[in-house]
């Protein structure tokens, strides 16, 4: 977007690079999706959103797992994209630790964590029904193990789909617009790519789909 602020240009694409992760690796581990929308203010608020698609056939506990470890995956990669380097940069690596940050919060992703958390428990239920209720020290040990595996299989897809994921978010800052607001000066940006311009995309269709375990 021409004419957008340095600073809220910077802004916008951390933003977008969140979106563009949850989007990007959502569709990468079969879910259908939809738009994606950005809004920023020159205040440094935003509001965004990755329409994914979470109805599908379940038949079995085996593939309930599979569906909710892809979930948490997903809502994970929002994060970790955000602190993605910028496009140009040779480097792809996720912060992990500005990551873990930004999804408790310090940036606005506590939804995310939130359904992270409780999806976390699910899980746990599913994969060890047998573990005693009473003993908290090998449930946390069991939500840490399940924690700590699926993390690390999302920074290695997060990574590996890097180049897709900021390209994205570089186009979603591209095309954002300013919004007139009648008797005061508009200070807001927004963007909506929708599912069908986002489904022509090269980058979109070149997406690889990776299973949740390597």
């Known amino acids: 977007m021409k004419g957008m602020p340095a600073a809220l240009r910077d802004y916008a694409l ?4 969140h979106e563009m992760g949850h989007y990007v690796v959502a569709r990468a581990l079969g879910f259908e999706t939809g738009d994606v929308t950005l809004k920023v203010t020159m205040g440094l608020t935003h509001h965004g959103g990755a329409s994914i698609t979470l109805t599908r056939s379940i038949s079995s506990l085996e593939a309930m797992k599979k569906h909710l470890e ?3 995956m997903v809502l ?9 380097p910028p496009k140009h940069s040779p480097e792809k690596r ?3 630790s500005k990551a873990a940050a930004i999804l408790k919060g310090e940036f606005g992703a506590e939804q995310d964590h939130a359904k992270i958390r409780e999806l976390r428990y699910l899980l746990r239920n599913i994969a060890y029904p047998d573990t005693d209720p009473a003993s908290s020290d090998r449930i946390i040990a069991e939500l840490t193990e399940i924690n700590d595996r699926l ?3 999302t920074q290695e897809i ?5 180049e897709t994921i900021t390209g994205l978010a570089g186009l979603l800052v591209e095309r954002m617009v300013i919004v007139e ?3 005061r000066p508009a200070d807001t940006y927004e963007v909506v790519l929708t599912g069908e311009v986002l489904e022509r995309l090269g980058p979109v269709q070149a997406i690889p789909a990776l299973s949740v375990w390597a």
Do not use: F, H, P, Y
């Open 94 to 96: 996720v912060d992990k």
């Open 76 to 84: 994970c990669a929002g994060a970790m994209a955000q602190t993605l």
């Open 158 to 162: 997060v990574e590996e789909l890097a």
């Open 70 to 72: 892809a979930r948490i």
């Open 14 to 17: 951390q933003i977008a690079n």
């Open 181 to 183: 607001q009648w008797g």
């Open 151 to 153: 993390w690390l299989r």
